[in-house]
């Protein structure tokens, strides 16, 4: 997969609530602190999402977060959500998803999750706000030994597993 023809919701310092390569057969990911990727210039973790993406047959893919705050070391994410930020999250989510037939959605944050207590609060609003739109939730392998989806960066190459949303957010 090239990285071509990418367009941003965000700006370069702040927040970044979505990173899109447009397709035929796109493939969502969640993340949880979009760092240093852009429309013009990748990170590792694009990288690795367009490997997982073109593997599994996907021609595009959207990078979303379960909070947009960009910040390239997670310890310095906000210690309070922003619920200003977490509302327009969710309305940039709610509105991509909604344009595509029967989404599916890679949840990739790793053990990031666990970072700040507010994070799984976002993602549980978010899980919620994509029931109506019966997205099909995938994993990288494995849950990690604290019960997590892997990161990319910290998995293989290999094909995505089924991951219980329910279960997680329990």
């Known amino acids: 997969m090239r990285y071509d023809n990418i367009s941003m919701i965000g700006d370069a310092d702040n927040v970044r609530y979505l990173l899109y390569k447009k397709g035929e057969r796109v493939m969502f990911v969640f993340g949880i602190n979009p760092s240093t990727a852009n429309d013009s210039s990748p990170d590792n973790t694009i990288r690795r999402v367009m490997g997982f993406a073109e593997r599994e047959g996907f021609d595009g893919f959207a990078m979303l977060n379960v909070y947009p705050q960009r910040c390239t070391n997670p310890n310095l994410l906000h210690s309070a959500c ?18 595509h037939s029967t989404p599916v959605i890679l949840v990739a944050f790793g053990n990031l999750i666990d970072k700040r207590k507010y994070l799984k609060d976002c993602f549980r609003d978010i899980a919620k706000a994509l029931r109506p739109y019966n997205p099909k ?7 990690t030994k604290s019960g997590n ?17 329910d279960v997680f957010l329990k």
Request: glycine share 2%; net charge negative; charged share 25%.
């Open 137 to 143: 939730w995938k994993q990288i392998g494995e849950l």
């Open 82 to 99: 922003d619920e200003t930020l977490h509302k327009q999250n969710m309305a940039i989510i709610v509105d991509i998803i909604s344009r």
């Open 149 to 165: 989806p892997k990161h990319p960066l910290m998995a293989k190459y290999q094909p995505l597993h089924e991951f219980d949303i």
